[in-house]
């Protein structure tokens, strides 16, 4: 099992910057790579950006690219969500997920993942 703790999540204005931290541990050895998704009230889960640990190789949201940043500590065990120029249409609820065997691509379908945070508010006001 790999267990996943999300932070950083806080009400900020328009045009703010916040960055996500997500720690993962436990059998991390088979997890190779990490993504945020987020979900916003009434809406469907999308996948925002993501990371191979063990590669330098990431994924983004078309929307999103340029905004948001996706990068890992020396480890990979941890991951960060660096968010710039936030937007009220980017309040949700940013999930961490991981997956558990070797990966070639970063998986942009929640389905690819077998491990899930429980999630962090991210709220941004006008």
């Given at each position: 099992q790999v267990r996943l703790v999300e932070s950083g999540g806080r009400l900020v204005q328009a045009g703010e910057s916040?960055?996500?931290?997500?720690?993962?541990?436990?059998?991390?050895?088979?997890?190779?790579?990490?993504?945020?998704?987020?979900?916003a009230a009434g809406q469907e889960r999308e996948f925002v950006a993501g990371i191979l640990r063990r590669a330098d190789s990431t994924e983004y949201a078309d929307s999103l690219k340029g905004r948001f940043s996706i990068s890992k500590n020396w480890d990979g065990n941890t991951v960060y969500l660096q968010m710039n120029n936030l937007e009220p249409e980017d309040t949700a609820v940013y999930y961490c997920a991981a997956n558990n065997k070797v990966s070639l691509r970063v998986p942009i379908a929640g389905s690819g993942y077998e491990y899930w945070g429980q999630g962090t508010q991210v709220t941004v006001s006008s």
């Open positions: 916040l960055r996500l931290s997500c720690a993962a541990s436990g059998r991390t050895w088979k997890n190779d790579a990490m993504a945020w998704f987020r979900q």
